[in-house]
Structures are given as structure tokens and as C-alpha cells.
């Protein structure tokens, strides 16, 4: 028997504008897909995303899928 494992989906959409912002949570709005406000993308939730949405979250809203 194979073991299914699943990965949390997470929706993202940016709520904030980047203007004003420290370039690297610019860059890290730009990693993430994010090209505006009210923009949203889907992303696997792995550790290097969970970084990601930890350093912007005062940016984006975080929803599972």
C-alpha cells in the first residue's frame, strides 16, 4: 500500500499596497505571486512559503483552501 499525503492548500490575497514598504517585503510580495491589491494566488503551504506569509503578514490575508 502507498501512503497518500496530503498538503495544505492556502489561499493568498495582498490587502495592503507595497508602497512605502522595506524592499524586502517588496521582493517577498513578488515571490509570492502577488501583483496588487485584492490580487489572490494558491500555494502549497511548505515551509518556505509559511516563511514567506510570516514576514508579509501584515500585508496579505492567509485562508486554507
Known amino acids: 500500500m502507498t501512503a497518500k499525503t ?6 493568498v490575497t495582498q490587502i495592503r499596497s507595497v508602497i512605502g514598504q ?3 517585503h517588496k521582493r ?3 515571490a509570492l505571486g502577488l501583483k496588487r ?3 489572490t494566488v494558491v500555494h502549497d ?4 512559503i509559511q ?3 510570516t ?3 501584515h500585508l496579505v490575508t492567509v485562508e486554507k483552501v
Open 6 to 11: 496530503t498538503i495544505d492548500k492556502v489561499k
Open 22 to 24: 522595506v524592499e524586502k
Open 28 to 30: 517577498t510580495i513578488e
Open 37 to 39: 491589491i485584492r490580487h
Open 45 to 48: 503551504l511548505t515551509p518556505a
Open 51 to 53: 516563511g514567506m506569509l
Open 55 to 57: 514576514q508579509v503578514k
